[in-house]
């Protein structure tokens, strides 16, 4: 994922997810911190910046709705991508996307979860270049 290293941090109650996730995304050079606390997920998002942040939801220790709402309401805007054990009706995931969700997945196809990273962090590249193009021009 070239360029500087980025820091995800992956909130899931699955130790299996969280250690596959944890050594998928380090083998492709992200620093990751992972943890099963919403709490904590809380806590050090409130003092670290992070790239991305991977919510696997887990009613009902983690509500990522609400998860969302309140980084929302906190101005805290790192981008995220919400993992789901099971599908959801499809308005949960427009909905999720709605209040800030990157993207919405399954949690098990990690293949497809590294694709979306690298999506979502190359799009939060892009348009921080064209941010500070803006702010040098004007």
Do not use: N
């Not at 909905?95 to 979306?116: H, N, Q």
């Amino acid at each position: 994922m070239g360029g500087v290293r980025k820091k995800i941090l992956i909130l899931d109650h699955d130790e299996r997810v969280l250690i596959d996730l944890e050594r998928i995304l380090e083998d492709e050079g992200v620093e990751t911190m992972t943890t099963w606390d919403l709490q904590e997920a809380l806590d050090l998002v409130v003092h670290q910046e992070f790239d991305l942040l991977l919510l696997g939801e887990h009613p009902p220790e983690v509500r990522c709705a609400e998860f969302v709402k309140t980084l929302r309401c906190r101005q805290i805007s790192p981008s995220c991508i919400v993992l789901e054990t099971a599908p959801r009706h499809p308005f949960e995931g427009q909905y999720l996307c709605w209040l800030g969700a990157y993207a919405v997945m399954p949690k098990w196809k990690y293949s497809d979860i590294v694709a979306k990273i690298r999506e979502c962090l190359g799009a939060a590249e892009v348009f921080g270049e064209i941010l500070t193009r803006r702010a040098a021009a004007g």
